[in-house]
T-cell receptor, first 111, second 111 residues
Framework: EADIYQTPRYLVIGTGKKITLECSQTMGHDKMYWYQQDPGMELHLIHYSYGVNSTEKGDLSSESTVSRIRTEHFPLTLESARPSHTSQYLC??????????FGEGSRLTVL | GEDVEQSLFLSVREGDSSVINCTYTDSSSTYLYWYKQEPGAGLQLLTYIFSNMDMKQDQRLTVLLNKKDKHLSLRIADTQTGDSAIYFCAEIPRSTDKLIFGTGTRLQVFP
């Protein structure tokens, strides 16, 4: 069973609020990822990290930011949430192969 | 572009076989993957196939690979209600070291 955790699972906030979605893994994986999942199911890579102090933007442009100060922790922050940010956010980690371990997701609703 | 295509929906009767199809983009991808996403959860690796194989069987799951047509399929024998989920195929093209997910197929199993 994968040891990767996301909090909160569900979040409803008002426009303009700052939010941080937490993601932690206890597997010692160097590679970590954030995906945004549409209601239509498609997954879009928005950020990834290959190790401490390394972060890159993914294929889908996002107004969110990430940090990687510790191997096990990869939080995602939105400075000013908008309704267009309403989505499910999935965090994942890997050893570098095509086997990604996913958290259960954080479903964000911005009113 | 790197678009991995899947049909959106599949509905099957319990006990029948399900076949989920995928068209990928890069014939040089070394491995091809199938992930499963159950309702309210993250993705989980279901199976994978090495590119020099035509077929891989694992209990009720059979993966078929046609490299010439860049076509991948997942067959689920004796489909059960617990198989209802979204299924994603995925590849790592040579042009990138990141996993590219397909558009996802929602499988619904009815009694």
């Amino acid at each position: 069973e994968a040891d990767i955790y996301q909090t909160p699972r569900y979040l409803v906030i008002g426009t303009g609020k700052k939010i941080t979605l937490e993601c932690s893994q206890t597997m010692g994986h160097d590679k970590m990822y954030w995906y945004q999942q549409d209601p239509g199911m498609e997954l879009h890579l928005i950020h990834y990290s290959y190790g401490v102090n390394s972060t890159e933007k993914g294929d889908l442009s996002s107004e969110s930011t990430v940090s990687r100060i510790r191997t096990e922790h990869f939080p995602l922050t939105l400075e000013s949430a908008r309704p267009s940010h309403t989505s499910q956010y999935l965090c994942a980690s890997s050893l570098g192969t095509g086997e990604l371990f996913f958290g259960e997701g954080s479903r964000l609703t911005v009113l | 572009g790197e678009d991995v295509e899947q049909s959106l929906f599949l509905s099957v009767r319990e006990g029948d076989s399900s076949v989920i199809n995928c068209t990928y983009t890069d014939s040089s991808s070394t491995y091809l993957y199938w992930y499963k996403q159950e309702p309210g959860a993250g993705l989980q690796l279901l199976t994978y196939i090495f590119s020099n194989m035509d077929m891989k069987q694992d209990q009720r799951l059979t993966v078929l690979l046609n490299k010439k047509d860049k076509h991948l399929s997942l067959r689920i024998a004796d489909t059960q209600t617990g198989d209802s989920a979204i299924y994603f195929c995925a590849e790592i093209p040579r042009s990138t070291d990141k996993l590219i997910f397909g558009t996802g197929t929602r499988l619904q199993v009815f009694p």
